[in-house]
């Protein structure tokens, strides 16, 4: 089976047309502010000291400035520019993660579809998730055919019911608000037709920078004249729990600064915040973790698969449910801050599940 990956790569053109790229730089940039040493930073690269040095600073030559300062007690730190390029290169990921992770899996599925007709893929409609990521990663290990699609919850419902996908992944919330959100996606969801899938329980909360300078305390200080935001996409489930949470506490959504600034996935949103372009952002706890964010917990909730059940006892459903189910695959999520993949492959009764009720897996 053919595996596709996309990247993300900043180039740099000068006048004359010549280019290069920061793909050798970044890395070595990155080594460089963690050990203060270009020297360490060549040597865990598998570089000669001269070779590194070049790199670092042809890039230097091309933008016109020095990445690399000396300082005293400290060795080799970053300059602001430095920096800069850092925040760049990891910003330019995070904000095209999802988009090209759905590409990737579109182009290989194409291919191994021209490959082998008999391989019959699991097509998977879900709302973006690190869990989600990672059972795409463990199917791909255990040569499973999976071609996944990032998009709002209800969208991924809806494609569902209408035989466009296996699996239609999207969240709801542990609480009060469980039963307005599961209204979003009943119209598409059949008792008789539909099982659902547990895959894992996860925290939302408040994305702010390292140290909290402008001491924010919940989702109150939202609506302070001097706090930007930055939001996910209309449709998307983590906004419409947060619309839903905004409202119980009497803040007008409209009246937030930043409010209509939309990203498409939880890391796009922390790379905002971390590249200091927001002050606040709302998502799961990996991607504050991941950008060195600190984070404030608000909500815990249930990431579910809606499947057809008489689709379950089929090759690719009930392989997916063997990763899920497996150590391996659970230990994996278990090291995602605020996931819990206590209830992992559990098989739910639609009501039940949109009830909130767990623990009668098959």
């Known amino acids: 089976m053919i595996d596709v990956e996309c990247r993300t790569e900043l180039v740099l053109r000068d006048a004359t047309g010549r280019e290069a790229s920061l793909s050798a730089a970044v890395p070595l940039l990155l080594l460089v502010s963690q050990t203060g040493s270009i020297a360490q930073a060549a040597s865990a690269k598998g570089l000669s000291y001269r070779h590194a040095w070049g790199l670092l600073r042809d890039i230097e030559t091309r933008l016109g400035g020095a990445l690399i300062t000396k300082s005293r007690g400290r060795g080799s730190v970053l300059s602001e520019l430095g920096e800069a390029v850092l925040r760049a290169q990891r910003l330019s990921n995070e904000r095209l993660d999802g988009p090209l992770q759905a590409l990737a899996s579109e182009v290989a599925g194409e291919l191994n579809r021209r490959l082998s007709r008999a391989v019959s893929e699991i097509r998977i409609h879900a709302s973006h998730g ?149 002050d606040l952002g709302f998502g799961v706890q990996p991607a504050a973790q991941q950008f060195a964010l600190d984070f404030i917990p608000v909500i815990e909730e249930d990431y579910l698969f809606a499947c057809d059940r008489d689709k379950l006892n089929d090759a690719g459903l009930s392989g997916l449910l063997e990763v899920l189910r497996s150590d391996a695959f659970r230990d994996s999520v278990a090291h995602l801050e605020g996931y819990d993949p206590a209830f992992c492959g559990q098989l739910l009764e639609l009501e039940a599940a949109l009830s909130g009720a767990t623990g009668n897996a098959r």
């Open 130 to 278: 690190y869990a989600v990521a990672a059972l795409v990663g463990a199917l791909a290990t255990k040569q499973i055919p999976a071609d996944i699609k990032y998009r709002e919850s209800a969208e991924a419902v809806s494609a569902l019911a209408r035989g466009e996908c296996e699996l239609a992944g999207f969240h709801l919330p542990i609480g009060e608000f469980r039963a307005s959100c599961a209204e979003i996606y009943r119209p598409w969801l059949d008792a008789g037709r539909h099982r659902l899938i547990h895959l894992t329980r996860r925290t939302q909360g408040l994305f702010l920078p390292k140290g909290n300078p402008k001491g924010i305390r919940g989702l109150h200080d939202l609506a302070r004249d001097d706090i930007r935001f930055v939001n996910r996409q209309p449709g998307s489930g983590t906004r419409m729990l947060l619309d839903l949470a905004l409202r119980k506490i009497g803040v007008d959504p409209a009246s937030i600064n930043g409010y209509a600034t939309a990203e498409l996935t939880h890391s796009a949103i922390a790379a905002f915040v971390a590249s200091g372009m927001a």
